[in-house]
């Protein structure tokens, strides 16, 4: 079955870094894009980077735009999030996610907490 299992969260100052990783199984990997989103308490899921099969293209929310980088490791069926110059407003538990077309079904990990702090 298709698993995600994320991790690298944490605690962080302001302007500190972060780096998360999500491992995939269960599905051909490289076949499919893979996004991050997040989640902060009360308010919606929301879409924070996705990136291609190939990795050759990626998206970024406005939000996070020139502070975060996605890349991935298809050899290690790995989603890394690397995460700089973090901001209170980033706390929120992050989830890594895929859609698959075929069975209409969209997938997600467990979620790792990040919390921004001082």
């Known amino acids: 079955q298709v698993q995600f299992v994320e991790s690298g969260g944490g605690l962080v100052q302001p302007g500190g870094s972060l780096r998360l990783s999500c491992a995939a199984s269960?599905?051909?990997?490289?076949?499919?894009?893979i996004s991050w989103y997040r989640q902060a308490p009360g308010k919606e899921r929301e879409l924070v980077a996705t990136?291609?099969?190939?990795?050759?293209?990626?998206i970024y929310a406005d939000s996070v735009k020139g502070r975060f980088t996605i890349s991935r490791d298809n050899a290690k069926n790995t989603v890394y999030l690397q995460m700089n110059s973090l901001k209170p407003e980033d706390t929120a538990v992050y989830y890594c996610s895929t859609y698959i077309l075929s069975r209409k079904v969209r997938y997600w990990g467990q979620g790792t907490q990040v919390t921004v702090s001082s």
């Open positions: 990136i291609t099969s190939t990795g050759d293209r990626t």
């Open positions: 269960g599905f051909t990997f490289d076949t499919y894009g």
